[in-house]
């Protein structure tokens, strides 16, 4: 896939999902910019976004001049999503704004790779700095962030295997399985513990 994709062998920084506006494309295209600047081996892929919002931030990319660093790969079926992920050396989230939790993050923890995110509500609900790399939501935030978790192999290893435990310990299936039976559990308790209060009434 590197090769098809026209990667070279340089470091691969992943972003997956919409290209709506409130994801932050632009300060990540801005950043790019920065990155290239100290790391031109440095390949952007996005992936995701509908035809024409992949041509508007298509067009961006030939305003700031990083054409090269930046691959559009458009939507992709969910079964090759692992292979995009495998090449990735950093995974990407640069929402500028919003509070609901991006699905991405619980895939990007189990991945094992190194995430960086934008420091806001949207992510920090389930992100702290132990398990990604948190920055402010500004094209400087995101390229200096970027540009550490390259320079640094194994603060990145570290951060990568550290979100794959946290995703292990409070989000897979069999803990996702365990809180369905406490639930349901004290909802047992709770309702017979009603039904002894009717009685006594």
């Given amino acids: 896939m590197r090769q098809r994709l026209n990667l070279g062998d340089g470091p691969v920084l992943l972003y997956t999902g ?5 994801q932050g494309i632009d300060l990540l295209l801005q950043s790019a910019v920065l990155v290239h600047a100290t790391s031109p081996e440095a390949r ?22 990083i054409t090269d660093s930046v691959c559009f ?31 991405k993050l ?18 920090t609900q389930i992100l702290n700095p132990e398990v990604a790399m948190l920055v402010p ?9 970027a540009l550490e978790l390259l320079q640094n192999p194994g603060q990145a290893l ?3 295997e550290s979100g794959q435990r946290f995703a ?26 009603r039904e002894q209060v009717y009685v006594a009434q």
């Avoid at 895939?107 to 992510?123: D, E, M, Q, V, W």
């Avoid at 803990?175 to 513990?193: I, T």
Wanted: hydrophobic letters at 35%.
């Fill in 106 to 123: 619980y895939t990007y923890l189990r991945s094992g790779k190194p995430i960086l995110a934008t420091n806001i509500l949207s992510h």
């Fill in 168 to 193: 292990q310990e409070h989000y897979s299936w069999p803990v996702f399985l365990e809180k369905c039976r406490q639930v349901y559990s004290e909802f047992n308790a709770g309702k017979h513990l």
């Fill in 73 to 103: 790969v458009g939507q992709r079926p969910l079964e090759e999503m692992p292979q995009y992920t495998a090449l990735a050396d950093v995974l990407l989230s640069s929402r500028s704004k919003g509070t609901n939790t991006p699905l």
């Fill in 18 to 22: 919409t290209l709506e506006s409130y």
């Fill in 44 to 65: 952007y892929v996005i992936a995701g976004g509908k035809p024409e919002q992949v041509a508007k931030w298509r067009r961006l990319t030939e305003e700031l001049g």
């Fill in 137 to 145: 939501a500004t094209p400087e935030g995101l390229a200096q962030g």
């Fill in 158 to 160: 570290a951060l990568g």
